[in-house]
């Protein structure tokens, strides 16, 4: 099977502006989870989906939302964007037949200027 | 408070060399612990992962531990090499059941080994 699959691998931004970021599962996960990561803070959950439905939800503003399309692939977006949401975005994808084992993606890398 | 500590921060060793790092968790209801090895700017890849009732795990070079009662873990990397070097995450799964579950992440422990 194909792994987690991320695009774009980097991306660089300006404040205010708006990012999408895309994210395939491997084949036959329902689920996704999209992550931060920061040197200082870690990794930092922003949201799930299950079946096209957010389904956990972390303490991120407004401005981060996401969604799941019917074919399982997930895209979240970022809003009004602010130096501090520099970081690198990780999806992963959940199998629940092992344990609810989470397959990350390789990330993506935003800067924002 | 569901929390998640790994030990040390970071950690320096020279190749050829053991070192093991620690996590401690207080979470409940604890469903599994995972080991996952971070590359620099790359996603986590698994190492391990371990339920309740497992006390050892091992793959390669690599041997997680697990006591449940202490709630404490460890990861253990024997005969260290370049390409060890890197961020170790651990991360501990709670479920109520009924497909509800939550990850909680540790800080990770870095190591850098030396040639």
């Known amino acids: 099977k194909a792994g987690v699959t991320q695009t774009p691998r980097y991306l660089i931004k300006t404040r205010g502006q708006q990012v999408t970021l895309s994210c395939s599962p491997i084949s036959g996960h329902r689920s996704v989870s999209w992550y931060q990561q920061t040197p200082g803070q870690g990794l930092q959950f922003l949201f799930e989906y299950f079946s096209e439905t957010q389904r956990n939800k972390g303490n991120f503003p407004g401005r981060f939302s996401g969604r799941q399309f019917s074919n399982s692939r997930s895209e979240m977006n970022v809003s009004t964007l602010e130096l501090g949401d520099s970081a690198l975005y990780l999806c992963a994808s959940t199998d629940r037949d092992s344990y609810n084992e989470q397959f990350f993606g390789p990330g993506t890398r935003l800067t924002v200027l | 408070k569901n929390q998640v500590e790994q030990s040390p921060q970071s950690l320096i060793i020279l190749e050829g060399k053991n070192c093991t790092l620690q996590?401690?968790?207080?979470?409940?209801?604890?469903?599994?612990l995972r080991w996952y090895k971070q590359d620099t700017g790359r996603g986590p890849v698994s190492l391990t992962i371990?339920?309740?009732s497992e006390n050892t795990k091992s793959n390669g070079r690599y041997t997680a531990t697990l006591d449940a009662d202490t709630k404490q873990s460890s990861l253990h990397i024997t005969a260290s090499q370049l390409s060890d070097s890197a961020s170790y995450i651990c991360v501990v799964s709670v479920s109520w059941g009924s497909g509800t579950y939550k990850y909680i992440f540790g800080t990770g422990t870095r190591l850098k080994v030396l040639a």
């Open positions: 996590c401690n968790y207080t979470v409940s209801p604890f469903s599994n």
């Open positions: 371990m339920t309740f």
